[in-house]
Nanobody, 119 residues
């Protein structure tokens, strides 16, 4: 089992910034990827950004140049720095963990944190 605890959501004006954090604990595989997805009302959950334990990153086109994902492997924590926020960034943001060990694969989701960007 892996537990994910998210923090950092809130209400911000357009153009502002927020930083999300997600701390993982439990049975964490050394080979893993963590990231953020988001789901706006009436829409499907979509990728925001991911980062592997080796530091390889992947971003949705809509957030490139505005969001930065990073991680502290010693703390098993991933961060999402969100700058130049837009109203269309409003969504529930979910932390995601994927781990691989031998033939095993595990995946977990956080409980979600609300990000609201006002115009």
């Amino acid at each position: 089992q892996v537990q994910l605890v998210e923090s950092g959501g809130g209400l911000v004006q357009a153009g502002g910034s927020l930083r999300l954090s997600c701390a993982a604990s439990g049975s964490i595989f050394s080979i893993n990827a963590m990231g953020w997805y988001r789901q706006a009302p009436g829409k499907q959950r979509e990728l925001v950004a991911t980062i592997t334990n080796g530091g390889r990153t992947n971003y949705a086109e809509s957030v490139k140049g505005r969001f930065t994902i990073s991680r502290d492997n010693a703390k098993n924590t991933v961060y999402l720095q969100m700058n130049s926020l837009k109203p269309e960034d409003t969504a529930v943001y979910y932390c995601n963990y994927n781990g691989w060990g031998g033939t095993s694969h595990t995946a977990y989701w956080g409980q979600g944190t609300q990000v609201t960007v006002s115009s």
